[in-house]
């Protein structure tokens, strides 16, 4: 970078949380006052790179770094998994068994197996209209079996059953809000659980209900989660490994 490059970003106004591009990839800024010196991280999820500060002043300073580092940053991002665009004649693995991708005409479907062919869905359109149309399916069949998963799990904690929702989160695989005022607790997931294989996506069904007792990550709430799938680690180390392609799948 050219001493102009460098004092013009160093001498611009930056904010937690704002954007940059460099070599081609979004990187965002942000502020943790734990840090003790400015960093660089590839977000695998969200698929971004993020330049921290220990402080708001020196924020400028983290953008200066990510230009510096624009081959770094490069090369991180193209060891990201290919984006993967959706189709009819695409095989998927959905809670770990194969779906087919058809195009059809109507509404979009859910065609269980039978046969000794795998499941399927039909959906009508091209490009981004079937993908959503896809997607919608998904994302219906990720609120069955994670709402089937959550009432068994919430059962054998002695927890009343919580409200179960379906986003597109980017940053968790799930989440838990304790009940207010008489009303349940509220469990979300993202839908892409639904293409990590079942043991994976029920370990998070049964994360997520251990907070219905344990609103934390103690002793006592891990005991509850080793009591619900066993020894967890297998489960969190394959979401590390694999989270990134979930995430692609779509885009």
Do not use: Q
């Not at 197996?113 to 399916?137: C, D, K, Q, S």
Request: glycine share 10%; net charge positive; hydrophobic share 45%.
């Amino acid at each position: 970078m050219s001493l102009f490059g460098r004092a013009g970003i160093l001498g611009k106004t930056w904010s937690d949380g704002d954007r940059l591009e460099v070599a081609g990839a979004p990187v965002t800024l942000k502020v943790n006052r734990r840090a003790r010196r400015v960093s660089l991280r590839l977000d695998r999820t969200k698929r971004t790179i993020v330049a921290t500060a220990p402080s708001l002043r020196r924020l400028p300073e983290a953008a200066a770094f990510a230009r510096e580092r624009a081959h770094w940053i490069a090369e991180r991002m193209a060891e990201l998994p290919a984006a993967a665009p959706v189709h009819p004649g695409l095989t998927l693995m959905v809670f770990g068994e194969p779906v087919r991708l058809e195009a059809g005409t109507g509404r979009a479907k859910w065609l269980p197996a039978e046969g000794g062919e795998p499941a399927r869905i039909t959906a009508m359109g091209e490009g981004e209209g079937y993908a959503r149309a896809v997607m919608l399916m998904l994302k219906k069949r990720a609120r069955a079996v994670l709402g089937e998963r959550t009432e068994v799990y919430a059962a054998m904690l002695g927890a009343p059953a919580p409200s179960v929702t379906i986003a597109d989160a980017k940053g968790r695989w799930g989440s838990c809000r304790p009940g207010a005022r008489g009303a349940p607790a509220a469990i979300r997931y993202s839908w892409r659980l639904a293409l990590a294989p079942f043991e994976v996506a029920d370990y998070v069904a049964a994360h997520e209900c251990a907070h219905l007792l344990e609103m934390n990550h103690g002793p006592r709430f891990w005991a509850h989660v080793r009591a619900l799938v066993g020894d967890p680690a297998p489960h969190r180390a394959w979401l590390r490994a694999e989270g990134a392609r979930l995430h692609a799948f779509g885009s």
